[in-house]
């Protein structure tokens, strides 16, 4: 099991609500087959960019910081590391990545749950996105592909 789709399962457990310590987050992923050590499991707190709340640790959009349209550090992280390419057809995105990365980038998105998408479908290197309208679709692939950029 690769640190992309752990960090993956990270970022699915912290979508459903807080978790209220690490070792909650640490047995919550030796259930799905991830068997972790407290310090690796603080580095893909860090690089996910998951905040320490009262109630445990959260998504920053969750916690109120007011991110906005933005993306988090670690949904932004992933993109900017394995996305390669973004395509429009109609009201789908195809948007291709490094061999491997489409689930965790696809899980990560939808922990966002982005008004723009309806829904994601991920093989292994390809995500299929889909938009409720042409118009939203291609004002959402025009600004993944500047986050390319």
Do not use: C
């Not at 939808?110 to 995500?127: C, F, H, L, S």
């Amino acid at each position: 099991m690769t640190q992309l789709s752990r960090q993956g399962a990270i970022l699915e457990l912290v979508k459903r609500g807080p978790l209220p310590s690490q070792d909650d987050l640490r047995r919550e992923l030796g259930k799905r087959g991830y068997q972790v050590t407290q310090a690796t499991l603080s580095r893909d707190i860090r690089k996910l960019g998951l905040v320490k709340m009262p109630q445990g640790y959260t998504l920053p959009e969750q916690a109120g910081n007011g991110h906005g349209p933005s993306l988090p550090r670690g949904l932004e992280r992933l993109f900017r590391d394995f996305v390669r390419d973004v395509r429009r057809a109609q009201n789908l995105l195809v948007v291709k990545t490094a061999i491997g990365s489409a689930q965790p980038v696809a899980v990560a998105w939808d922990a966002e749950a982005w008004p723009e998408i309806v829904g994601t479908v991920a093989g292994d290197d390809t995500i299929l996105v889909i938009s409720p309208s042409n118009k939203v679709a291609a004002k959402l692939a025009a600004r993944l592909r500047g986050m390319l950029a």
